[in-house]
């Protein structure tokens, strides 16, 4: 990667808002390899600056405004909601089509994050084909952001919002979000796209043209030559399943009871008391962890513990929580 951005250096002129047709095809073979989706249309690819300002712009992209519902996973990075508050929309945390109830038809947006952050909860076949056809019979959008796919643990295969099974051969509607910042440990090079639905690809392609939001050239060839080796990421996930092991065998032994993290860089870990107690606990121990309310009102009970951490301080934590 920081050879293809090396070799790449020499870029005085405006990179391609919609990416070079290199970079959109390395997309396309990469979600046929690895997600499961054949035959993804490379017009309906999209790279941007990495996920969180797309996470973050898509509801002003998509011209939403007041009255108009995103919604998001009740216990969720915290982007969904700011984005859905930037375009001057509601943001309304559901993790079923059910909660939604009579205000579906003011829906335009439904985001979902599988494996979730900060749950690592996985969402299968069925769960995201209901939400497909929910969302199609209301007209809204959904972006699927699957940032984390490549690293499963306890789980078997993590479907894209784009495999058939799911949407059933359409791209309509759909948007898949996907980032190097975890297979590729590459958050400081801003790499990341999106992909689906080429009618809708177009659209926010216009806007983001007189926005700005273009991936340096550089950038772009080593997100191009990181899609193409999946060496580096089986390494990169060995090394958070080492850290994984050591950090949920300290925690089940210090009595917290790990909920969901099936996949992802993230434990979901309580033991059933409020979770700022939590912080409490694990702050006079030497430990940061983070409080569930940051992430929504469903993770009162809940910390979140990063596996985003060195291999000498996976070790630390574990010393340290058997002192506590
Ligand atoms: C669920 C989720 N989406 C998106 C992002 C943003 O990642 P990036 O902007 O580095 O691509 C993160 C980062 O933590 C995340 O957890």
New binding site residues.
Partial sequence: MRAALEAASDAPGYPQTYGTPAVRSAVADWFARRRGVPGLDPDGVLPTI???EF?AWLPTLLGLRPGDLVVHPEAA?P?YDIGARLAGATPVPADGTAQVGPAAGSVRLVWL?SPG?PTGRVLGWEHLAKVVAWARSIGAVVAS?E?YAELPWECGEIPSILDPRVCGGSHDGLLAVY?L?KQSNL?GY?A?FAAGDPHLVRELLEVRKHAGMMVPWPVQEALRAALADDGHVAAQKARYRARREILRAALEHAGFRIDHSEAGLYLWATRDEPCWDTVAWFAKAGILVAPGTFYGAAGVRHVRVALTTTDERAEAFGARLARA
């Fill in positions: 990495g996920s969180k996470v990075y982007t994050n952050n952001d940032c980032s910042s958050a801003r990341a």
